[in-house]
């Protein structure tokens, strides 16, 4: 197979297409980049090619590496992992160096041939590393084709020599946004941070030109040139310093300093300026290689790209079902739920009726997809046409014979079994026998929802999560009787409007809530027993949790929360585990204070809606203890709360696939994405002493943190939860 192929023009130029066989995407292997070496060795010794162009095959340039590469190194190196690791990475820098230096006299820096990137649509990670060894970049003015780094999203970072050569073009200030937030960029905003040098229509033939015409003072990179300093200043130099110090307080707090991929790369960079720059390139392959050998880069690179991207493509799909993507959707309820719903579809091109009892309820439904788009088009995101498309895919109506034609119904209408099942028979009257019929609860049981159906095997769950254009998961629920078509409707639809699908059995608050909800009660729990709110929330956010359990009861409202444990407590009975979390909600919602809706709740807002501070009159109620527990014991209590649940919804086969866990637990509510999720994480932290850690919490806080049966066993046999029950080769890819 080969994955780069070699040419030279009629004018001597040497073109090296990247267009990897059998792939829809360019992802560098390490076959292939032998080639590229080849090939590289091939225009510098042919005296005819006067220099040399990379560019792609296909629609974009380059996705990135193969990360199935780094595991496979691993490995390969038996005991010595690291070596293996940073012999790889000292070999990837061998090669660009070669492609950087072109031939050039090591002394005089001449007699080298210059070397241009034609950037023809989307450039990530090893793609972006290799046009920056380049002496020239030229990227296509195509608005939708992106370029950047993103590498630090996925646990590691830019270890092809990307850190050190950005970082020495333009800076650590200007550097460390682009690297540490892993953006990708628009080609006007890329040549602005200098990640390309030109943008053209024709990049080929705009890079050939300039192949041609290039001086030798053109190809010397700028810390190859005698006296180069770098820019802003050297970690010894005080406005250099200044730099460094306020690039780690942006780390600090952007991250909680929870993840090892940002300090590393920070180090790297305030290393590798010290240094001239081959050495900087050894500094750069120390820290690659550290974060790579960090639990936290595997799980996070095996979760967030690896597992989710085989979700995206089916890998729990059943088989032997064709195609059912969705031409039609009927959106049952316009609230803020149903219309999220309608302008994901819109946005998809499926066709939508959004209906409400009322009329003006319905185009109020419709009317957030054009306010949405609006503000697509302040920021040039969306064009008049595209506005104008988008909203022609919505009819607004009360009229349920709309609905006739649909072959999927969404039905996001109030948390009440028999306004729901109501809703069921009406419209199931209307739509055709092929129908699927699908709910966005949240809380209520599927199969009791499917009763109300006359076709249960075609009645599932589709849980949406708020805001539904921004969150990224939609959580499947197979009901008792629910078939295989319509599960393979439900995740085709998820499919189409581009979010990443998990597909669980029925069960009480199903998985993402019933991970949920002991986080949020831990949290809430410890306020009762006098630990500081403040503490309980910054030990989340340590964690790597977007908010903490305090603040995020108060966004998702007090009142919800007083309702769900009502509404679980009339359900279970007696077998309803009592909570002091539950009289401190209880006795929020009995002071009317709300949360963020309400501008009061574990939070005083400002007129304008803003956090202002903790509530003091929280203390009153239930005093802050002198004493303080440890930030560890707090965050090992938050921790295991969501965990456990985890380990139970796996050992009740709630949850069917372990990626599904992991990957919806991130994307869902953002655990840890450091960890790769909650069974990533028990698998870093070891069975045997997460199993000894919950006798310890059990004894000192309660049976909730009971070890689970199938935790025990696996602690017993020394099992990890990927060793047992990763899926099998082909099922994973």
Known sequence: MTDFKYAVDADGVAVITWDAEGKSMNVLTREAFALVEEYVDTALADDAVKGIVITSGKKDFAGGMDLNVLATIRDESGDNPAQGLFDF????????????????????????????????????????????????????????????????????????GGTMRYSRMVGAVAAAPVLLEGKMMDPKKAKSAQMVDAIADDPLAAAKEWVLNASNADIVKPWDAKGFKFPGGAPYHPAGFMNFVGASAMVAGQTQNAYPAPKALLSAIYEGALVDFDNALKIEA??????????????????????????????????????????????????????????????????????????????????????????????????????????????????????????????????????????????????????????????????????????????????????????????????????DRATAKALDYVRQIK???????????????????????????????????????????????????????????????????????????????????????????????????????FFDYDAKGKRVEYWKGLADKYPVAAEQPDIIEVQERLMFAQVLEAVRALEENVLMDIREGDVGAILAWGFAPWSGGPLSWLDIIGTPYAAERCDQLTEQYGERFACPPLLREMAEKGQTFYGRFAPAEEDAA
């Open 499 to 601: 979010k990443t699908p998990i597909v669980v059995n029925d069960a009480r608050f199903f998985y993402c809530n019933r991970c949920i909800l002991p986080y949020v009660n831990e949290g809430v729990r410890m306020i009762t027993e006098g630990v500081s709110p403040v503490l309980i929330d910054n030990a989340a956010r340590q964690l790597g949790f977007p908010v903490g359990p305090v603040q995020l009861t108060d966004e998702t409202s007090i009142d919800l929360g007083a309702k769900i444990a009502r509404a679980t407590k009339e359900a279970m009975g007696d077998a309803y585990p009592e909570s002091p979390a539950d009289d401190l909600i209880f006795w929020m919602e009995a002071e009317g204070r709300l949360g963020r809706k309400a501008a009061k709740g």
């Open 286 to 483: 120390r820290w690659f290689t550290h974060v790579l050998m960090n639990p936290s880069s595997s799980a996070m690179i095996r979760s967030l790209f690896l597992n989710k991207q085989a979700l995206e493509k089916g890998a729990v799909r059943p088989k032997g079902i064709e195609d059912q993507s969705v031409k039609k959707v009927g959106v049952l309820g316009a609230g803020m739920m149903g219309a999220g719903i309608a302008l994901v579809s819109a946005m998809a091109g499926i066709e939508v009726v959004l209906i409400d009892r009322d009329q003006a309820a319905a185009d109020k439904g419709k009317a957030y997809t054009e306010a949405y788009l609006d503000k697509g088009m302040k920021r040039g995101k969306v064009t008049e046409d595209k506005k104008t498309t988008v909203l022609s895919q919505i009819t607004a109506t009360t009229d349920l014979e709309a609905l006739k034609g649909a072959d999927l119904i969404i039905e996001a209408v109030f948390e009440d079994m028999g306004v729901k099942a109501e809703m069921t028979k009406k419209v199931e009257a209307i739509v055709g026998e092929d129908c699927i019929f699908a709910s966005n609860t949240s809380t209520l049981p599927i199969t009791e929802l499917a009763k109300a159906s006359v076709r249960p095997e075609q009645f599932i769950g589709i849980h949406f999560f708020s805001p539904v254009e921004k969150m990224l998961l939609v959580e499947i629920i197979k009901g008792a009787e629910t078939g």
């Open 89 to 160: 990475t000292m070999n990837g820098h061998r090669i660009l160096r070669k492609l950087e230096r072109a031939g050039m006299e090591a002394k005089t820096n001449k007699g080298g041939k210059p070397v241009a990137c034609a950037i023809n649509g989307t450039c990530a990670g090893i793609g972006t590393e290799i046009a920056l060894a380049c002496h020239h970049r030229v990227m296509t003015s195509n608005p939708k084709a992106k370029i950047g780094l993103p590498e630090i999203l996925l646990g590691i970072f830019p270890g092809g």
